[in-house]
């Protein structure tokens, strides 16, 4: 490649790792926001989230489209090639957590103006959500700085959510359960919501260490 | 391409195509399975299924690792390029199915030796394990004979268990649920795993359709 050619491939390159990024933001936002209106019953919220994740897809349709037409027309190998490669899943992982956020404030918005989440659970909603938004912040800077040290913190975030999940389930079929079968079916969606999207953001961070190291991520058994 | 070095090329995409199709029958016969120890609590059939996964994981390893291989080495263009990229795509949702059918398995292996399928909802469960099947099985014949019609009797099939998937959840949240929040959290953990499973075989066939016609299918509204 000429010296111009390659100076316009790293630039193309860095804005696909650019939508990266905002697609982290966006989905975080997302899921925040979701969240936001899952406890608070905000009809208003709920929709604007639902109406924001056509956003996402869009950026992840024309990033997928830059992606292969830089694969077709430079013929990248190794790492470039590994970049966009990557880049292809990691825009599907986003896609997808956007859609987990879209789950969540559809629930919100089809029981208001009830709230979906009885008093005792909304602290462990509430962290559900916390520890997603730490987790795609967390992706994002790992996709921007290829830290692949942070993304070992991932997997400790990603762990309290499977503990949080766990302990969701535990008073949803605890004898003591009393707010009936609707309001247990629902949180037993918005808990694989929260675990599937904080799966996916683990997905995102392995991804970037099997670019980096040429090894996939192999977290210690926990 | 010289003539020996494209015949090398079509046989190595043909090995592609056939380790896709190869799939559909693993992830096929796993959801059968997989729902039939769950109807029958059969705990030996479950975790034949739980073991049986590992193969598609590494069928789909396998399987990128040398779709990436030729897209370094061929540099292809066009419908050559853009038939690895998807066959990149469909192996993730083909191993995903997998996992939906483990899933499944594994709740049946958790419940063990009780049934986590009411009676009542025997019927239903069963036709969304058939349905599942019949969506795997035209998604093969798609992917192997790249039969863009079929694509359309699969939204069919896919439409049949979204409604099974809304009856079950009428059921579930009826005031004559009788079998306490444990089983209806099974329950709708259960449904998730089917629909997500008809969504990714739907998904399947899209790619193809893109494939072929280089439009992205859009159903028609229903």
């Not at 208003?44 to 830089?70: G, Y």
């Not at 919100?108 to 462990?124: D, F, K, N, Q």
Request: with cysteine; aromatic share 4%; charged share 25%.
């Amino acid at each position: 490649m000429v010296h111009g050619l390659r100076e316009q491939f790293e630039t193309d390159l860095q804005s696909i790792t650019d939508d990266l990024v905002e697609m982290t933001h966006l989905v975080g936002s997302a899921m925040g926001r979701a969240t936001t209106a899952l406890l608070d019953a905000d009809l208003t919220l709920a929709e604007s989230v639902i109406e924001a994740d056509e956003h996402v897809d869009t950026l992840r349709t024309d990033l997928d489209e830059r992606a292969l037409v830089l694969i077709a027309r430079q013929a990248p190998v190794a790492t470039d090639l590994r970049t966009l490669v990557t880049a292809l899943r990691m825009s599907a992982d986003l896609e997808r957590m956007g859609d987990l956020a879209r789950h969540v404030a559809k629930l919100a918005r089809l029981r208001y103006p009830s709230s979906v989440i009885p008093a005792e659970l909304r602290g462990t909603i509430l962290e559900m959500g916390q520890i997603a938004e730490r987790l795609v912040v967390k992706a994002g800077s790992i996709i921007a700085q290829r830290d692949i040290k942070a993304a070992a913190q991932l997997e400790t975030d990603d762990d309290e959510m499977d503990a949080l999940h766990r302990g969701l389930f535990s008073l949803l079929m605890a004898p003591d359960w009393k707010h009936g079968v609707e309001t247990a079916v629902d949180v037993t969606l918005c808990g694989r919501y929260y675990e599937r999207y904080a799966d996916h953001a683990v997905a995102v961070a392995r991804r970037v260490v099997y670019l980096v190291t040429g090894e996939p991520y192999i977290p210690p058994a926990s």
